[in-house]
């Protein structure tokens, strides 16, 4: 934690930003500290949460920005700041109607804003920001049925996922992530078992003897695969538990808050 505090204190400027372009910064450190319950509007003195309240900084690095600010603010039911005057105020609802408005035809997601087919990766990631507004939005209902049934055509005979250089666990891990916060059971669902394998099956296909994950099966163990790989896993182990999902962290007690 005492990293955290230097890194936040070394890179976030005036408002709160964390990086100069790229909203994610912020939001992938919220989520971090929420999980281990620390105070995320106190970090050496700094709100993280004011760093997400300009709609155009957060939409300018793609749907990522959007994205992940959705799923940052609703990790613990986080009300949004107040954006200073003159400032395109954040809101949830801004929020979702900028990532259904990036939906493309295909029915996928891109992060690329001038992308015209769909990424399943990205995909997967904006319906795990819609996911805890399926039940109770038609639009997002309607839009992630959709979103759904792309993602079923993407998977492969083997139960996997791919992207640009094919398949690779971490499709397989946000697809899964994907499924989970939806409350949908990937080896029960019929429409993500392919020939009788599921994505858990093919995800564990890329697990390396010892401990960690690959990211294609030609290669060796990989940071960002095993980290992937291993959240994937807790979020299907917390879904068959009945658990939060896996960013629904109002189960955790922020730390000063007892």
Not at 35 to 64: C, K, P, R, S
Not at 75 to 93: C, F, K, L, M, W
Request: net charge negative; glycine share 8%.
């Amino acid at each position: 934690y005492e990293n955290v505090v230097a890194y936040v204190q070394k890179k976030i400027n005036d408002k709160e930003q964390l990086h100069r372009a790229k909203s994610t910064d912020n939001s992938r450190v919220i989520l971090a500290l929420t999980a281990e319950g620390y105070d995320v509007t106190d970090v050496g003195g700094h709100n993280l949460l004011v760093g997400l309240t300009d709609m155009d900084y957060v939409t300018y690095q793609g749907n990522n920005g959007a994205v992940w600010a959705l799923i940052a603010f609703d990790s613990h039911d986080y009300e949004i700041p107040t954006a200073p005057e003159g400032v395109n105020q954040v809101t949830r609802e801004k929020l979702i109607a900028a990532i259904l408005d990036a939906q493309l035809e295909d029915s996928g997601w891109n992060s690329s804003k001038t992308a015209t087919c769909a990424d399943v990766d990205m995909t997967a990631m904006a319906i795990q920001a819609l996911a805890p507004y399926y039940d109770s939005d038609a639009a997002v209902k309607a839009t992630v049925d959709n979103a759904l049934d792309y993602l079923s055509k993407q998977q492969y005979a083997d139960g996997s996922f791919g992207s640009v250089d094919g398949k690779n666990s971490e499709s397989c891990a946000q697809v899964l992530v994907a499924l989970t916060a939806l409350g949908i059971n990937p080896e029960t669902d019929a429409r993500f078992i392919k020939n009788g394998n599921s994505v858990v099956d093919a995800l564990c296909t890329y697990y390396v003897e010892g401990g960690g994950f690959k990211h294609l099966q030609s290669q060796e163990r990989d940071g960002m695969a095993t980290e992937q790989g291993y959240y994937a896993l807790v979020a299907y182990m917390r879904s068959l538990n009945g658990q939060t999902s896996l960013y629904d962290m109002t189960d955790v007690v922020i730390k000063g808050s007892e």
